[in-house]
């Protein structure tokens, strides 16, 4: 059911072990593990197709942790990096391609409303930053001074 994303998954980790410095490499995979986990409770309860749900989870931040690009270009960008894969891979029709990419850079737009996988995304990467500023927060207060 979802070979594709499997295919792409294993892709986009692949790049992720390539990251040199250590921190950087656990944020990229971390984050992007919690928006896929979080994207897929939100595209099943929503109807939303989820196979381009969580192949746009996989690339949302992309660029910024591939090229480390300003936050404010990370969204375009990383769009622009999925565009090229997934036409290169010949696994995705041109408008799956167009709707992954689009909800890839839109979704740093959290003020507009858009397309219901545009919105998936948006609430995904909401959720998995509250989960990790939780877990840091929960670490300082247990780490020895």
Do not use: W
């Not at 928006?35 to 595209?43: H, P």
């Amino acid at each position: 059911m979802l070979e594709r994303y499997e295919k792409v998954k294993e892709y986009v980790y692949s790049q992720y072990a390539k990251i040199y410095n250590e921190e950087l490499k656990v944020a990229a995979l971390t984050h992007t593990a919690s928006v896929d986990l979080s994207i897929t409770f939100i595209a099943m309860a929503r109807g939303t197709n989820l196979e381009r749900a969580k192949v746009a989870a996989l690339f949302h931040d992309y660029a910024q942790f591939i090229d480390n690009c300003p936050h404010s270009q990370h969204a375009k960008l990383s769009s622009l990096h999925a565009y090229k894969y997934l036409k290169e891979s010949g696994l995705f029709k041109t408008t799956e391609i167009d709707d992954i990419t689009y909800a890839i850079r839109q979704h740093s737009k959290k003020e507009s409303f858009d397309s219901p996988l545009c919105e998936a995304l948006k609430d995904a990467d909401v959720l998995a930053l509250r989960k990790s500023r939780k877990r840091n927060h929960r670490n300082e207060k247990t780490a020895p001074a």
